[in-house]
T-cell receptor, first 111, second 113 residues
Framework: GESVGLHLPTLSVQEGDNSIINCAYS??????FIWYKQESGKGPQFIID?????DKRQGQRVTVLLNKTVKHLSLQIAATQPGDSAVYFCAEILNDYKLSFGAGTTVTVRA | GAGVSQSPSNKVTEKGKDVELRCDPI?????LYWYRQSLGQGLEFLIY????????KSGLPSDRFSAERTGGSVSTLTIQRTQQEDSAVYLC???????????FGPGTRLTVL
């Protein structure tokens, strides 16, 4: 079965609001995670990553939180914009290169 | 462009036919990966190349699937005697070296009738 998954398949958010996308993983030995964004007809695009020696990492308008105790990741998007509409995946990195993705959360931004 | 390219973008084939999917990685990237994305599913790792050799083929679903890479650049994924369950989007990614950030191509959508 999959070792990484997301809690909700869809998320609808008002433009300008903050979005929170959640992800649970099952492999307690995992030490590296990446969030990807995939727009229709395109391949996944790297957003932000985090290693297990951190519990928070910030990028431009995005923050990733890692809770190793409960094996949970979240991606926060500040001031969500229409261009943020996409499918978001959290990926676990195995053996330094093998990405393992869950099914993803589809984010729809309402104008 | 400087990104990963894949061809064809769409492929419709009949059950039992063979198909070849092509990936052109970013120039200078030594590592190349193939993944499969089925409808509503996450990515499934298929195979990884370092240069022209494939240290990890563990994700290939059956012996109908094979891949090669020549000149440390272009890779071809071949599916023989296609089945309907092979229908999916096949994604290729490349990275500067193993463990580096993987850049994805747009994928090839394969439909087996």
């Amino acid at each position: 079965g999959e070792s990484v998954g997301l809690h909700l398949p869809t998320l609808s958010v008002q433009e300008g609001d903050n979005s929170i996308i959640n992800c649970a993983y099952s492999n307690s030995a995992s030490d590296y995670f990446i969030w990807y964004k995939q727009e229709s007809g395109k391949g996944p695009q790297f957003i932000i990553d985090i290693r297990s020696n951190m519990d928070k990492r910030q990028g431009q308008r995005v923050t990733v939180l890692l809770n190793k105790t409960v094996k949970h990741l979240s991606l926060q998007i500040a001031a969500t914009q229409p261009g943020d509409s996409a499918v978001y995946f959290c990926a676990e990195i195995l053996n330094d290169y093998k990405l393992s993705f869950g099914a993803g959360t589809t984010v729809t931004v309402r104008a | 462009g400087a990104g990963v390219s894949q061809s064809p973008s769409n492929k419709v084939t009949e059950k039992g036919k063979d198909v070849e999917l092509r990936c052109d990685p970013i120039s200078g990237h030594t590592a190349l990966y193939w993944y499969r994305q089925s409808l509503g599913q996450g990515l499934e790792f298929l195979i990884y190349f370092q240069g022209n050799s494939a240290p990890d083929k563990s994700g290939l679903p059956s012996d109908r699937f094979s891949a090669e890479r020549t000149g440390g650049s272009v890779s071809t994924l071949t599916i023989q005697r296609t089945q309907q369950e092979d229908s999916a989007v096949y994604l290729c990614a490349s990275s500067l070296g193993v463990g580096g950030e993987q850049f994805f191509g747009p994928g090839t959508r394969l439909t087996v009738l």
